[in-house]
């Protein structure tokens, strides 16, 4: 199609060496196909040319002082890529691989994500290129404010209200929140994922996790099977991984493995929750620590994974949840996925699947979840963060927890009604793209060329 084709011919040109970007644009411009080819509605108001460009990109400098008396420096972005349906909303993330290609096609991806969730967000992400392991508080504390310091003129309650992601938790977020507030004097919803006592949502933690867990219990209940008895494979051991472990552990199924960067853990029996807990929440150490409390566990190390592949999944389960990072699962492992006979894989991570392994999934036409979908968990309690924060009250956790477990159900029902809509009721990549782009595309129009 000359319109798709062109666009992203230009977006080559205009965005050079965004990989990840690339392939996040690709794939949401070629599941519109049949949606642009009913019409050249869309096309004549230019949405695809204006949809894949933010309407605002900030990178700065952080400058900040660490343990030694060392000036480091740093470098910040901001992406605020769409705000037809509200306030842009997406998380920062600290890690030394985040570069501006890497922010753009997480805000891309958070676009559609925060349409699907049905709440009044546009969408954004941010972060630095700053790795939070092997630093002090201190340090963690200087540098956040050092971020926030340049972050906070272009933010806040009604306008950009950013979270966290990897490398931010709730201790970045405090120290984050405490700057904004030292330097505007507002105590206002400016950050989501704050602590409980200071304007934090319960169930926010658990959010990303619980409602990937939510989404694979919908896509299963639609082919008339349950997660009850499933065994599991999840890959990461950061915020996502450790609530979509403890949900599963709910609902009767029994998660296997968890992973981080130097490693893997398969435990046959079970992973065991408060073991994890206290490795990566307390402790802030390596999964490898693991078998001295449960030396029966297999331990592989990141050394010894596959070719090409990850070691998480190579092993035999029913259900896959990566919950990690971006294609983290590869054409290899889903061939062996496959191979084993998993029926259900549900992204609690942004696009953790290859371009191939997607693919694959989607010629088996086993239950895939895309992460724009099944991990929109937990920007949908952010919001409901911001709901709380707006109303001055907090919600009890079971209310919390309802709405997002009714989210998610409507969630599955706007992909898969859209899919079959299209001709493949199996096909939810499909689903979640046409049905995130129409709610955004028909905003944009409706509010004039902006």
């Given at each position: 199609?000359?319109?798709?084709?062109?666009?992203?011919?230009?977006?080559?040109?205009?965005?050079?060496?965004?990989?990840?970007?690339?392939?996040?644009?690709?794939?949401?411009?070629?599941?519109?196909?049949?949606?642009?080819?009913?019409?050249?509605?869309?096309?004549?108001?230019?949405?695809?040319?204006?949809?894949?460009?933010?309407?605002?990109?900030?990178?700065?400098?952080?400058?900040?002082?660490?343990?030694?008396?060392?000036?480091?420096?740093?470098?910040?972005?901001?992406?605020?890529?769409?705000?037809?349906?509200?306030?842009?909303?997406?998380?920062?993330?600290?890690?030394?691989?985040?570069?501006?290609?890497?922010?753009?096609?997480?805000?891309?991806?958070?676009?559609?994500?925060?349409?699907?969730?049905?709440?009044?967000?546009?969408?954004?992400?941010?972060?630095?290129?700053?790795?939070?392991?092997?630093?002090?508080?201190?340090?963690?504390?200087?540098?956040?404010?050092?971020?926030?310091?340049?972050?906070?003129?272009?933010?806040?309650?009604?306008?950009?209200?950013?979270?966290?992601?990897?490398?931010?938790?709730?201790?970045?977020?405090?120290?984050?929140?405490?700057?904004?507030?030292?330097?505007?004097?507002?105590?206002?919803?400016?950050?989501?994922?704050?602590?409980?006592?200071?304007?934090?949502?319960?169930?926010?933690?658990?959010?990303?996790?619980?409602?990937?867990?939510?989404?694979?219990?919908?896509?299963?209940?639609?082919?008339?099977?349950?997660?009850?008895?499933?065994?599991?494979?999840?890959?990461?051991?950061?915020?996502?991984?450790?609530?979509?472990?403890?949900?599963?552990?709910?609902?009767?199924?029994?998660?296997?493995?968890?992973?981080?960067?130097?490693?893997?853990?398969?435990?046959?029996?079970?992973?065991?929750?408060?073991?994890?807990?206290?490795?990566?929440?307390?402790?802030?150490?390596?999964?490898?620590?693991?078998?001295?409390?449960?030396?029966?566990?297999?331990?592989?190390?990141?050394?010894?994974?596959?070719?090409?592949?990850?070691?998480?999944?190579?092993?035999?389960?029913?259900?896959?949840?990566?919950?990690?990072?971006?294609?983290?699962?590869?054409?290899?492992?889903?061939?062996?996925?496959?191979?084993?006979?998993?029926?259900?894989?549900?992204?609690?991570?942004?696009?953790?699947?290859?371009?191939?392994?997607?693919?694959?999934?989607?010629?088996?036409?086993?239950?895939?979840?895309?992460?724009?979908?099944?991990?929109?968990?937990?920007?949908?309690?952010?919001?409901?963060?911001?709901?709380?924060?707006?109303?001055?009250?907090?919600?009890?956790?079971?209310?919390?927890?309802?709405?997002?477990?009714?989210?998610?159900?409507?969630?599955?029902?706007?992909?898969?009604?859209?899919?079959?809509?299209?001709g493949d009721k199996t096909n939810l990549v499909l689903g979640a793209n046409i049905?995130?782009?129409?709610?955004?595309?028909?905003?944009?129009?409706?509010?004039?060329?902006?």
């Open positions: 199609m000359p319109y798709v084709h062109d666009t992203l011919t230009r977006l080559n040109k205009s965005s050079p060496a965004q990989s990840e970007f690339y392939q996040a644009t690709e794939e949401v411009l070629e599941c519109l196909r049949p949606l642009l080819e009913q019409s050249d509605y869309y096309h004549h108001h230019s949405i695809i040319e204006r949809i894949v460009e933010p309407e605002r990109q900030i990178m700065f400098r952080i400058s900040w002082v660490d343990d030694a008396g060392k000036v480091r420096v740093n470098k910040g972005y901001r992406v605020q890529f769409n705000s037809a349906l509200g306030p842009y909303k997406g998380g920062l993330r600290f890690h030394p691989s985040v570069t501006s290609g890497t922010i753009k096609f997480l805000g891309f991806e958070q676009i559609f994500k925060n349409a699907l969730t049905g709440l009044p967000i546009g969408g954004g992400k941010g972060g630095a290129d700053f790795d939070p392991k092997g630093k002090s508080d201190n340090e963690i504390m200087r540098f956040c404010q050092a971020f926030m310091s340049e972050l906070y003129r272009h933010i806040g309650p009604h306008c950009d209200v950013p979270a966290g992601d990897i490398g931010v938790g709730t201790r970045e977020i405090g120290y984050l929140f405490g700057q904004y507030k030292r330097l505007t004097g507002h105590y206002e919803g400016v950050l989501t994922g704050k602590g409980l006592n200071w304007g934090g949502s319960l169930g926010r933690k658990e959010a990303t996790g619980y409602g990937a867990v939510y989404f694979a219990q919908n896509m299963l209940a639609a082919r008339g099977e349950e997660l009850r008895d499933k065994t599991c494979l999840v890959s990461g051991a950061g915020n996502v991984a450790i609530y979509t472990i403890e949900k599963l552990y709910e609902l009767g199924a029994r998660p296997i493995t968890c992973s981080d960067s130097r490693g893997t853990i398969h435990d046959e029996n079970g992973i065991d929750l408060g073991l994890l807990k206290q490795l990566k929440e307390v402790q802030r150490t390596s999964l490898e620590a693991y078998l001295h409390e449960h030396p029966d566990a297999h331990y592989i190390s990141a050394r010894d994974y596959p070719q090409g592949g990850n070691a998480v999944w190579r092993i035999q389960a029913d259900v896959a949840l990566p919950c990690a990072t971006q294609n983290e699962l590869t054409k290899s492992d889903a061939e062996i996925l496959l191979a084993n006979g998993i029926t259900c894989i549900s992204e609690g991570a942004n696009m953790p699947s290859t371009k191939e392994a997607v693919d694959l999934f989607l010629d088996a036409k086993i239950a895939y979840g895309p992460g724009k979908a099944a991990n929109a968990g937990g920007v949908a309690t952010s919001q409901l963060e911001m709901a709380q924060n707006s109303s001055m009250e907090q919600w009890p956790l079971e209310k919390v927890d309802q709405k997002l477990k009714q989210i998610m159900t409507n969630i599955h029902r706007q992909c898969a009604d859209t899919a079959e809509e299209f049905a995130g782009f129409r709610k955004v595309a028909d905003a944009m129009i409706e509010q004039g060329v902006t």
